[in-house]
């Protein structure tokens, strides 16, 4: 079937201008002016309305296994959250334990996909590296795995060691796989947790202070000397603070390839939350913590700059009542995560792009492109042009909204967004041609999105 866009605001991250788009099954057969509508296409006027690549979140966590318990979402639900808030691609953080096999991983992520309703890939977690590992990861990246996750924190769980480290990103380099780091130094983190439990400091608002910016900064400084002395090509992964933004383009101007995600709970919100009264500000508990307020206007600049590429959620969906409450006298044991994938395009838009903090081709590229090009999906996500899939979002900026958890389609039971307004939300949603969202709600097809393969570009 064909579908004619028309009368729209086309904004991709090097174009801005009025048009349209016809898709023709699942790819895009034409953009410019005034195109002909095929006999039976769907007509949809996009007057007045921007029309946006379809969304790419490259940091989430759906099935998660995780101090103790499981997060919330499957992918019947973490899709449709998706895309109801525009975003037509997921990459999961692919976790196994320490103790997992990763084919056996692989392949129990890989059957959670099934029933999502859009399109998804991995980034396979290496937890440890021994004599199984190498082949292990060669058969994963041979069927289209063209990045590794590795954690410099979480001690006995899913962090590594200085020798395994180094083992992945030689490998990585050999195979022309990115690897994206969480960089901090777990021997600082559980030293401090040990100290501040010990003075009796056990709510959550001594979480940040047992994972300051400077154990983020160590952290992401120790990763750019292996990659510089391996060769292999890094993303940071929830890059939080000005001091961990340094330690990267101290690398880049040494000549080591890196590059930046930050999340968007960093870009709105502050610590502050977290040290809310009544165990509230457990809700806010994330690794890398949230920082001091002062720290954001950094991290927008160094995204309208494009230091930063690019803006994810790190989406870790624990319910408060019965999860996070794990943490009551211990914030070691309150599960990490800020849940934010229906949010963070409307977030991003509101508080970026309305603010006037970046314009449209920087919310696009940071938001959409940048993660196609860095993890192989470009041009086939990323962009609006012909041959690409059409994975399209019709956004309409004159609607206002209100998140609340009563509204949400995230399996949880809070919203750290509780009562805040958005300016705009998707009208409409495609992914590969078949609509999955009609005005603000999800009218599509479980089971619709499929598994991306993709090419190793990074060598």
Request: charged share 20%; net charge negative.
């Amino acid at each position: 079937m064909s579908l004619l866009i028309q009368n729209g605001r086309i904004v991709t991250a090097g174009d801005d201008f009025v048009g349209d788009v016809l898709v023709e099954g699942e790819t895009i057969a034409a953009v410019g002016p005034a195109l002909a509508a095929p006999a039976g296409a769907e007509v949809i006027d996009a007057s007045g309305k921007l029309v946006f690549p379809g969304f790419i979140d490259p940091h989430v966590h759906i099935y998660l296994p995780f101090m103790g318990t499981y997060a919330k979402d499957t992918y019947e639900s973490a899709s449709r959250a998706a895309l109801i808030g525009g975003t037509t691609t997921l990459l999961e953080m692919c976790c196994p334990a320490r103790q997992d096999d990763p084919l056996e991983a692989f392949e129990l992520w890989l059957s959670k996909g099934a029933q999502s309703a859009c399109d998804y890939s991995f980034h396979m977690g290496v937890s440890r590296f021994d004599g199984t590992t190498e082949a292990a990861l060669r058969e994963i990246a041979s069927r289209g795995v063209a990045s590794l996750k590795v954690f410099l924190a979480y001690k006995g769980a899913f962090g590594i060691d200085d020798g395994e480290l180094f083992r992945t990103l030689t490998l990585a380099k050999e195979l022309g796989l990115i690897v994206t780091a969480h960089c901090e130094n777990e021997t600082l983190v559980a030293e401090l947790q040990r100290q501040l439990l010990a003075q009796g400091k056990t709510g959550p608002q001594w979480h940040e202070p047992s994972r300051p910016v400077r154990v983020e900064a160590e952290g992401v400084h120790h990763l750019m000397t292996f990659a510089e002395l391996t060769g292999a090509h890094v993303y940071c992964v929830h890059t939080s603070c000005r001091e961990a933004l340094e330690a990267v383009q101290a690398a880049r101007l040494r000549g080591v390839r890196a590059w930046v995600e930050t999340v968007i709970p960093y870009l709105v919100l502050d610590k502050t939350y977290a040290e809310q009264p009544e165990f509230e500000g457990a809700k806010y508990v994330m690794s890398p913590p949230l920082r001091d307020k002062w720290q954001q206007p950094y991290l927008w600049n160094a995204l309208r700059s494009r230091l930063i590429s690019t803006v994810a959620t790190d989406h870790a969906p624990f319910d408060f009542a019965g999860q996070k409450e794990m943490g009551r006298g211990d914030f070691t044991r309150i599960p990490n995560g800020i849940p934010s994938i229906e949010d963070r395009v409307r977030l991003l838009y509101t508080y970026g792009v309305c603010r006037g903090r970046i314009d449209l081709t920087t919310f696009v590229d940071a938001a959409s492109t940048q993660a196609a090009r860095l993890f192989g999906l470009y041009p086939r996500k990323g962009t609006i042009a012909v041959g690409s899939d059409a994975d399209l979002v019709v956004y309409d900026p004159a609607y206002r909204g209100v998140i609340s958890a009563k509204t949400q389609a995230m399996a949880v039971d809070y919203s750290a967004f509780e009562g805040w307004e958005v300016e705009g939300r998707p009208s409409l949603v495609t992914v590969r041609g078949a609509v999955q969202v009609r005005d603000g709600k999800f009218v599509g097809r479980l089971g619709h999105g499929q598994f991306l393969t993709r090419p190793a570009t990074h060598y």
